[in-house]
């Protein structure tokens, strides 16, 4: 098993923690026994802090104890009417945050074709829409060769089916939306949870992100399910103190998580 959950490497155009999935047990010991557990990480959403200060708002996060921080990108035109940032600005806040690990989530018409320039931008790892995509796989192909980590999102109302799993398996992690993609605020959706369950079951060791309403609460319950990831948004930037928030969610996912692998071990 990994040992090492964040190893940091660095290269001239696009300095980037990497993030190695780490296996580890309950008691807090490395190993593969079926039910070992992935290393949890929060990571908050910039969209719910102040879009003209990110590079600020990045640093205090990261500050704060977060483990990743959560870029995203609407291009206007997949999520009408949403519109944020794009490499540019991505490339900006890695000159701030030389170190931080960048998940950029790319809620843009035809993802692949910024592959590239996320990757001279700095960004450690891009999420792309499974829905936006026209060739997932070579998609993926794609940013592999380029030596990026990269996601598969799915939204909400995507049916997780067999060739999708097969899609999905050539991806470095799965991100799950538990809302309707487009802007924070809103209230996660329960319903997203099986899909989560059928995700884990598939990939034991994948990082399985979840995205939108996450709290301490529904954070847990996504953890139960499977998922080590959260993206937080307004539970995190909406609240008096930045450090509790993310304590508290991480808190929740090992929490969940703890619930996780207490059920496979009543299952085997
Ligand atoms: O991608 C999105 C929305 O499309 C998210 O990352 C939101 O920013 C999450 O915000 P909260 O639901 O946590 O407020």
Redesign the pocket.
Known sequence: AENVAIATTRSMSSPTVAFVPNQVDSSGHSGHSGHSALRVRVGP?V??GDLSNLAFETHRVIRAGADYV?L?MFDGNWIKGAFTFGPMVVKAIRHHEPLAYLDV?L?VLHPEQYLEEMKNAGASRVTLHFEALSDSRAAAERAHGLGLEVGLALAPETFLDESLLSVAELFDAVLVMT?P??????AFMPEMLPKIRRLREAFPTKALEV????TPTTAAMAAAAGANEA?????VFHSHSLRRAIRELRHSLEQGQRTWQREQREQS
């Open positions: 959403s969209l719910a959560h995203d989530h809620c809302v993609p487009g802007f924070g605020g809103q995205d939108g309403g996450v993206v937080a948004g307004s539970s």
